[in-house]
């Protein structure tokens, strides 16, 4: 079945910076990987996410990037700032048998210094 | 729409114990997930459902869980008997399509610990 890693599982960048989290997957039939957000209390947010007909896409501070091939995708963090803070997720989703899951990476916790 | 309605947001109960936990999806969401959150194994699909059927239970950990839905717009999961190992995050998600690219839009989470 599908297997996510993600890298690294903690980050800390000055106010400013750019951030960056990469993961893998492993079933080249998975086509949809979305990025979660998760502040402290609270449920998993969707920020961004991505099709496998797209190598990237952007809003606003936030970027995706898809390399199909070397079953790799990334989220890009641009002028981070610390309400950027939280834990971050990314998935992709597989199928199999008759189904489709979301399959979920470990999470990096991210932390912005002011 | 006051988004995925979960409750109750914290339960503390006795090994042994039953225990329910509730789900309001958003309304015209189709589909239904119920995660489990631990810190040593992430977040773990439990089951979905779609159009109020169970699609996929591979996740449910053992026979003491069940989950139910029987309406569009609730669901349950019950752990009964429960175990100091089920103290988790539970997370009920929903979404339009389970089988076109839509995200999850999840709840708040139900804390459960078990003593």
């Known amino acids: 079945g599908e297997n996510v890693e993600q890298h690294p599982s903690t980050l800390s960048v000055q106010e400013g910076d750019s951030a960056v989290i990469k993961c893998t997957y492993s079933d080249s039939a998975s086509n949809y990987f979305p990025w979660y957000k998760q502040e402290l209390g609270k449920g998993p947010q969707l920020i961004i996410d991505i099709r496998s007909n797209v190598g990237e896409k952007k809003d606003q501070r936030i970027a995706v990037t898809l390399n199909k091939t070397a079953k790799h995708f990334s989220l890009h963090i641009t002028e981070t700032q610390p309400e950027d803070s939280a834990v971050y997720f990314c998935?992709?989703?597989?199928?199999?048998?008759?189904?489709?899951?979301?399959?979920f990476g470990s999470g990096t916790r991210l932390l912005v210094r002011p | 729409d006051a988004g995925v309605i979960q409750s109750p947001r914290h339960e503390v109960t006795e090994m042994g114990q039953e225990v329910t936990l509730r789900c309001k999806p958003i309304?015209?969401?189709?589909?239904l997930f119920w995660y489990r959150q631990t810190m040593m194994r992430g977040l773990e699909l439990l089951i979905y459902?779609?159009?109020?059927?169970?699609?996929?239970d591979s996740g449910m950990p053992e026979d003491r869980f069940s989950a139910k839905m029987p309406n569009a717009s609730f669901s349950t999961l019950k752990i009964q008997p429960s175990e100091p190992r089920d103290s988790a995050v539970y997370f009920c998600?929903?979404?339009?399509?389970?089988?076109?690219?839509?995200?999850?839009?999840f709840g708040s989470g139900t804390r459960l610990t078990v003593v």
């Open positions: 459902f779609n159009n109020n059927v169970p699609i996929d």
């Open positions: 998600a929903s979404s339009l399509s389970w089988t076109d690219d839509y995200g999850y839009t």
């Open positions: 309304s015209g969401h189709n589909s």
């Open positions: 998935a992709a989703r597989a199928r199999m048998d008759s189904s489709y899951k979301l399959i």
